[in-house]
């Protein structure tokens, strides 16, 4: 599990079939494979939950805050997610594109053609700034930078095998860099949500929706609660989607067959129109394209929550205050639910395609699932379209390395970036980049 923890999951799964118990490091873990035990798992009731989600995940705490929705349950989980809710309204979000293209176009703007960057860091800082923008307006603009470094220093903490952890707050500690980043965000979004309570306007980011959103029963989220859901929807809104939008360049220039396609209908399409939400909407085969990354390439490897009573699975009992886990990797790479597993192949999200297999219900999970779905992956969805169809029509790359290995267990990172040579890139012709704000 320390040295190649994504084969040691195949693996158990193997070996094991769909149910096994392990121990590592004095902890005791049941691992679920399959559709099924993402079900069992995921499609729980949110007033009567027979699983848990915070003492597993509160490895998370040091970044996302002890009062952040993925680490709350029960009653606590529904209020905070039905207040945060109405900030990612599909019609909100849709006002967030001419953000999204314009901080790729600013990213590519950067790119010198012959040179070779890391496209990994690249769309990384680029995703870390459409988060901070489509989350917080323009004003916390200029500390873009410092809330990316902080919060990349408590990321890289927390995405180390819980197994090689050390959470205790001692000098020198990782745990103590990562506690101490996260305080210095703390700070500024503190600031911010003063001034914003001391001059309310509508500003039209998700910071106004969670200080205005309120529930039925007159109910709103404290300004310790909207400090957590600002900085976890920004960690969770960078870390995941520019995992994604790293191995979306390395799935895309790996497969020059795909690509074309690709460019073929952003070209139909788009044409050299700026992107619009209808665009982005229209492409059929990206989306495709985009359901195969994140389900190969599946930004969480593997998630738990702990029973709180006990459970029946595939004949066996997993007594209360067990941890219980599955596996998104392990799942999306089963033959039984995705043919030729390991093959890279949009059609088979075509419909229309002849071999077209309606997917298993829970068997494509990068999102999870049941009432405690990922909140962010429309805007997740919408990010990966804006920056593949201003990659496919912007540039001319080539990958610089034979192939990237994943790294991270909280998030499968490519390790060592995705090195690419820039051939060319295209100015945008319909575009006046300089009417941007810096
Ligand atoms: C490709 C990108 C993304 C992936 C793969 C992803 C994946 C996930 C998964 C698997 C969960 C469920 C965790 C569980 O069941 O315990 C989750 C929850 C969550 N995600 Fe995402 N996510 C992505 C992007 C985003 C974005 C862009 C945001 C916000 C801007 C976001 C915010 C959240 C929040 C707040 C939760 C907790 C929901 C709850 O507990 O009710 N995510 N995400």
């Not at 969805?381 to 909280?410: F, H, M, N, W, Y």
């Amino acid at each position: 599990m320390l040295g190649d923890p994504y084969q040691a999951l195949l693996e158990l799964n193997e070996r094991y079939g769909e149910v096994c118990k392990f121990g590592v490091a004095g902890q005791h873990y049941v691992m679920l494979f399959g559709a099924e035990a993402n079900r069992l798992l995921l499609d729980d009731s949110p007033k009567r939950p027979r699983f848990l989600s915070r003492d597993v995940l509160s490895l998370l705490i040091p970044v996302v805050g002890s009062c952040a929705m993925v680490v709350s349950d029960g009653h606590e989980h529904r209020r905070r997610r039905s207040l945060v809710q109405p900030a990612f309204a599909y019609r909100r979000l849709q006002r967030y594109v001419p953000t999204m293209t314009a901080e790729v176009e600013r990213m590519l703007s950067a790119w010198e053609p012959g040179s070779t960057v890391d496209a990994f860091a690249a769309v990384r800082s680029c995703i870390r700034r459409i988060a901070i923008r489509c989350l917080f307006g323009e004003r916390l603009q200029e500390h873009t930078d410092v809330i990316g470094r902080e919060l990349e220093t408590a990321l890289h903490y927390i995405n180390r095998s819980p197994f090689l952890r050390f959470d205790h707050d001692l000098p020198g500690t990782g745990y103590r860099k990562a506690v101490a980043a996260r305080k210095r965000v703390d700070d500024l979004v503190r600031a911010e949500i003063d001034q914003r309570r001391a001059e309310p306007q509508d500003r039209g980011d998700v910071l106004e929706a969670l200080l205005t959103s309120c529930t039925h029963s007159g109910e709103r989220l404290s300004d310790l609660e909207v400090r957590d859901q600002v900085i976890s929807l920004i960690a969770s809104g960078y870390d995941s989607s520019s995992s994604a939008a790293g191995w979306a360049v390395y799935a895309l220039l790996s497969r020059p067959e795909v690509y074309a396609r690709v460019r073929a209908e952003v070209a139909r399409v788009a044409g050299d129109e700026p992107l619009t939400h209808a665009h982005l909407e229209a492409m059929d085969y990206v989306g495709w394209t985009i359901k195969e990354i994140l389900r190969l390439h599946t930004p969480g490897v593997l998630t738990g929550r702990t029973a709180v009573e006990d459970v029946e699975f595939a004949g066996h009992t997993i007594p209360a205050g067990t941890k219980v886990l599955y596996s998104q990797y392990v799942t999306h790479r089963m033959p039984s639910l995705f043919p030729d597993p390991l093959e890279f192949r949009p059609e088979r999200w075509d419909p229309s395609a002849p071999d077209y297999r309606e997917p298993v219900p829970y068997s494509w999970v990068p999102f999870g699932g049941g009432y405690r779905h990922c909140i962010g992956f429309t805007f997740a969805e919408l990010e990966l379209r804006a920056l593949i169809a201003e990659l496919a029509r912007r540039t001319e790359l080539t990958l610089a390395v034979d192939s990237v290995a994943p790294v991270g267990v909280a998030t499968m990172w490519p390790k060592g970036g995705v090195p690419v040579t820039v051939g060319s890139v295209h100015p945008p012709r319909s575009r006046d980049l300089a009417a941007e704000p810096a």
